[in-house]
């Protein structure tokens, strides 16, 4: 098979359909088959801790520790540890709390620990 880089561009459609089927014929020698799981969502989109903590205006390390109490719905680890979270993840965030106060935000500043074990709510 010749080099990628080295061919003409009019060639270039004959060799994706050869290594397409290259491909094909490894993966049935190989006995792997793509399986979809028909409850699963389409994600379009992933964005970075950096892009969300930039949406929600809070510190990429406040959006670290969400992920890692698992706060943040949808998020996933990639094979090389890095964080990948849906990109409508800032709407689930900047949405109002249900009534149970499960909301990854938390009220800062004075009173608000005292709040907190009060169950009270000053906004």
Not at 20 to 30: G, I, P, Q, S, V
Not at 45 to 60: F, K
Not at 94 to 113: C, E, F, H, I, Q
Request: charged fraction near 20%; proline fraction near 11%.
């Amino acid at each position: 098979m010749p080099d990628p880089l080295s061919v003409h561009p009019s060639e270039f459609n004959s060799l994706c359909t050869a290594l397409a089927r290259a491909a094909r014929r490894w993966f049935a020698k190989h006995g792997v088959t793509a399986t979809v799981d028909p409850n699963a969502q389409p994600v379009e989109q992933w964005i970075t801790p950096r892009v969300l903590a930039a949406q929600v205006g809070c510190a990429t390390k406040t959006v670290q520790l969400w992920l890692t109490q698992g706060k943040v719905p949808g998020a996933r680890r990639t094979p090389r540890g890095f964080w990948r979270i849906p990109a409508d993840a800032a709407e689930h965030i900047l949405t109002p709390p249900p009534a149970d106060g499960s909301s990854p935000v938390r009220k800062k500043g004075r009173g608000a620990a005292r709040d907190r074990r009060s169950g009270e709510s000053s906004a």
